[in-house]
């Protein structure tokens, strides 16, 4: 079996999307783009064999983040989750934590954290920094 060694980085603001994926490629990460829950949904079904973790912010247009993983999560119970936001509700979190999601980062975005966590989601426990 393939490994999934690609990240997909769910972000519908331009400038942050290219960042996240230009400082996760500069730590050797693979990594696919969308700029919605529709698009991110859409880019994992025909990326499926290859995505092993979906990074997304939480409040995305025209599909939330949980509601896109979600549907990723239906096409593949095994796919991992870091979901990202300014604010976590704590039912909300629960809610996410029951769904599937591992994974939780506060916006704004900490670059060593999110490395640490996609390797250990990624089982690349070797190559943390």
């Not at 997304?56 to 979901?83: H, Q, T, V, Y």
């Not at 954290?113 to 989601?121: P, Y």
Request: glycine share 6%.
């Amino acid at each position: 079996m393939k490994k999934k060694d690609t990240v997909l980085v769910v972000e519908d603001d331009e400038s942050l999307r290219e960042l996240l994926k230009a400082m996760l490629e500069a730590h050797d990460f693979k990594v696919l783009t969308a700029v919605d829950g529709l698009d991110a949904v859409d880019v994992y079904t025909k990326n499926k064999d290859s995505i092993g973790v979906v990074l997304s912010d939480l409040g995305l247009p025209n599909l939330g983040g949980w509601d896109a993983f979600l549907r990723m999560r239906d096409i593949n119970p095994e796919l991992k989750g870091i979901l990202a936001s300014g604010y976590f509700h704590p039912y909300v979190k629960e809610q996410i934590i029951a769904s599937g999601a591992e994974n939780f980062i506060q916006k704004p975005y900490n670059t060593a954290e999110i490395v640490a966590m996609l390797h250990r989601l990624l089982g690349d426990e070797q190559s943390i920094p």
